[in-house]
C-alpha cells in the first residue's frame, strides 16, 4: 500500500487539474476506501491546503460527498508575463483560480527598468497574500535558457536574469511563452487528453513546442521548439535571431508589413493587430497580406505534420487571428503539403484554447507542478 504522503500528493494534483472534485471521485481515482480519503482529506484540510464544500446529495444509501478546493488561506504561486509591450502578474491558488491581478504596459527599453517594475508587483503581491506566496513561473519572450535567463533579441535584451523578479524566492522557474502555452493548451486548454500536442505561436516570431502525453519536448539544452526559425521564408529576409529566411518573418506582423510596403513596425503585435481589424472590415490590401501570411503559415504547419505526426495542432496569438479570418488560406496549402497517406484525415489545426491567456496559464502550472512535488 502506498505511504500516505503518496496519497495526498496524489490527490493534491487531482484536486488542482480537476477543482471541485468530490471526495468520492477523488477515492475512486486514487484507488482507496472512503475512509482512507476521509483521513487524507482531514490531514489536507488542517495543512490549510484543501476545503470541503458543503455535503451534496449522492442519490444513492451511501454518504452525503463533499467538493474539494482549494484552501482560502491556501499556497499560491505567482505568474508574472513579460510581453514585448506588457506585462502583468497573476496569483494563482490550487486548481488555477486567478485570486489577484496586477499589469501594465512597459515602454520597450533596458531589461533593468521593465525588470524592476515587474519586481515590485510581485514584492506588491506577496505583501497582499502575506505567507501564501510560495514559487513564481516567469513567461518570457524570447529563448530562456537554465529556466533562468532570457534572449529577446526583439527587445534587444541578451542574457537577462529573470530571477532578479524575486532575487530571494526558492522557487523560481522561467520559459519561453509559446513553450508554456503550448504546456497550458495540454493541460487545461485545446489539447487536453492528446498524445502528441504541437503547439505554434505567432507573437513577434513564431514560437511553440511540442508536447507528449502533457510532458514538453524540450531539447537536450531545453530550447527546442523554435519552429519558427526553420528557413521556410524569404532568403533575402533577415531574422532578429540572425539567420535569413525564418519561417516566423513570413507569418508575423512584420510580414505583413512587408506585404503592405510599410516600414518594419516597432510593436509588431499592436501592428498585427490593427492589419487583421482592417482585414476583417474587408480593405482589400491587408486582406491580402493576411492572405499571404496565412499560406505561409499552412506549408510550415504542414511540414511539422508530416515530420513530427501531432494528434492535433493548437495555434495561438496571431495565429489564432489568421485562422479566423483567412482559414481558407491556412488549409489550402496545409492540404496541398500534407502527404498523401495523411490527407484522407488530416491532423486538426484548431484555435488555441485559451487565447491570450496562454503563456499566464503555462507560468502558473509550471509553477504548481513544482511546488505540488514539495508540498504538503
Ligand atoms: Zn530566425
Not at 24 to 52: C, K, N, P, Y
Not at 145 to 163: C, H, I, K
Not at 274 to 288: I, K
Not at 293 to 313: F, M, R, T
Amino acid at each position: 500500500m502506498a505511504a500516505v504522503s503518496d496519497h495526498t500528493q496524489t490527490l493534491l494534483s487531482a484536486v488542482h487539474t480537476h477543482p471541485g472534485l468530490t471526495r468520492a471521485e477523488a477515492g475512486r481515482r486514487l484507488r482507496i476506501s472512503s475512509g482512507r480519503v476521509a483521513e487524507v482529506v482531514a490531514g489536507l484540510v488542517d495543512a490549510r491546503l484543501l476545503t470541503e464544500g458543503p455535503p451534496l446529495a449522492t442519490g444513492g444509501r451511501g454518504r452525503p460527498t463533499r467538493r474539494l478546493s482549494a484552501h482560502p488561506e491556501g499556497p499560491i504561486v505567482l505568474a508574472a508575463v513579460l510581453s514585448h509591450e506588457e506585462w502583468r502578474v497573476d496569483a494563482v491558488e490550487l486548481g488555477g483560480v486567478t485570486v489577484a491581478h496586477l499589469a501594465g504596459r512597459h515602454p520597450t527599453g533596458p531589461a533593468q527598468a521593465v525588470l524592476g517594475t515587474v519586481a515590485d508587483a510581485v514584492a506588491q503581491l506577496r505583501a497582499r497574500l502575506p505567507g501564501r506566496v510560495r514559487a513564481l513561473g516567469i513567461s518570457a519572450p524570447g529563448l530562456v535558457t537554465d529556466e533562468r535567463f532570457v534572449d529577446a533579441p526583439a527587445l534587444g535584451w541578451e542574457g537577462v536574469d529573470l530571477w532578479a523578479l524575486w532575487p530571494d524566492g526558492d522557487l523560481v522557474v522561467a520559459d519561453n511563452d509559446a513553450t508554456l502555452s503550448a504546456l497550458a493548451e495540454a493541460w487545461r486548454g485545446a489539447a487536453t487528453g492528446a498524445r502528441l500536442a504541437l503547439h505554434l505561436r505567432i507573437d513577434a516570431g513564431l514560437g511553440g513546442a511540442l508536447v507528449e502525453g502533457g510532458r514538453l519536448i524540450g531539447g537536450a539544452r531545453g530550447v527546442g521548439g523554435e519552429f519558427g526559425h526553420m528557413p521556410l521564408g524569404d532568403p533575402a529576409v533577415r531574422c532578429p535571431c540572425g539567420a535569413h529566411g525564418c519561417w516566423g518573418t513570413a507569418v508575423d506582423g512584420s510580414a505583413l508589413a512587408r506585404a503592405l510596403g510599410d516600414p518594419s513596425p516597432h510593436d509588431p503585435v499592436t501592428f498585427a493587430h490593427r492589419v487583421t481589424a482592417r482585414a476583417q472590415a474587408g480593405e482589400a490590401d491587408a486582406r491580402a497580406a493576411v492572405g499571404a501570411a496565412s499560406q505561409a503559415l499552412g506549408k510550415g504547419i504542414a511540414g511539422l505534420v508530416n515530420a513530427l505526426d501531432p494528434d492535433v495542432v493548437t495555434v495561438g496569438g496571431l495565429g489564432t487571428d489568421l485562422l479566423a479570418i483567412a482559414g481558407e488560406d491556412v488549409d489550402a496549402t496545409y492540404r496541398d503539403g500534407l502527404m498523401r497517406v495523411r490527407r484522407e484525415t488530416p491532423t486538426p489545426v484548431v484555435p488555441a484554447a485559451l487565447g491570450e491567456e496562454g503563456p499566464v496559464v503555462g507560468a502558473a502550472e509550471r509553477a504548481w507542478q513544482r511546488l505540488l512535488a514539495r508540498l504538503p
